[in-house]
């Protein structure tokens, strides 16, 4: 562990699987992590349960519910093999989730179809090296509750108008954030710095946020933007693609 962290790892990151801005930024921590011997906790939020009162129909485009669900079940997956195999589990399992979802070339995965279809969640868990049969939590909604505590947990520090990742640097007393949020993956010689001029703003007593809805679709094979290209701006509000406020 660093040491620049007081509580039980060096930062606290809050995923959804089914997020690809968390999955990007996630990548980027990861390169972090490694070149300044972090410690990270990966910890659970729920995009559907966030959203729990929200009108899907009238707020978000048509596949949005589905995913939110798809990423509830997942997060069960999750919590189960936290509890049966250690936090530290968790990095992997979040890893292959993320390479299986967003990293195969455009419409290769369905997530709420592939999921139903028993042709997704298999290969994933193996790619993490861990037991299939994980996979029997995805519709066991006992899980439900931890993951909302931990939802709640997340939304307790950061206050409830975002989305994910959520970020809580030095933690237990230091401040959290939603994002940031990242369209591109930074080389690894710039990792670093990306993250110092981020530590310097969290480390600004009172500093609240810096924004704009103006976003590029990530830089993600399963969304056609390959290494080195720039995706389509589109304009998110809330943290999500919502239609209204």
């Known amino acids: 562990m660093s040491g620049w962290g007081m509580g039980d790892a060096d930062l606290h990151f809050y995923f959804d699987p089914v997020c690809p801005f968390a999955w990007m930024t996630s990548k980027w921590v990861r390169l972090v992590a490694a070149q300044r011997d972090y410690e990270v906790d990966w910890r659970f939020i729920s995009l559907r349960q966030l959203n729990a009162s929200v009108d899907y ?22 919590a189960r093999t936290r509890l049966e195999h250690g936090r530290e589990s968790v990095a992997g ?14 419409q290769t995965v369905d997530v709420p179809r592939d999921l139903d279809d028993g042709t997704l969640l298999p290969s994933i868990l193996r790619g ?12 066991e909604a006992a899980w439900d509750e931890q993951i909302r505590q931990e939802t709640d947990e997340a939304l307790a520090l950061t206050g409830k108008d975002v989305g994910t990742p959520i970020l809580h640097f030095q933690p237990p007393e230091g401040v959290a954030f939603f994002g940031p949020v990242i369209s591109r993956l930074p080389t690894a010689e710039r990792a670093a710095e990306l993250w110092d001029h981020v530590i ?6 009172g500093f609240a946020e810096l924004k704009r809805s103006l976003r590029e679709r990530p830089q993600l094979r399963a969304f056609g933007v390959e290494k080195g290209q720039a995706g389509v701006q589109e304009d998110w509000h809330g943290g999500s693609r919502r239609q209204k406020k």
């Open 200 to 205: 310097g703003l969290a480390a600004f007593p």
């Open 128 to 139: 993490a090296d861990l037991p299939v049969e994980l996979g029997d939590a995805l519709d």
């Open 93 to 106: 399992l979040y890893e292959a989730f993320g390479e299986h979802i967003f990293e195969a070339p455009p």
């Open 57 to 78: 129909d009238a707020h978000f485009p048509p596949e949005y519910e589905a995913g939110h669900t798809a990423g509830l079940r997942l997060l069960r997956v999750a």
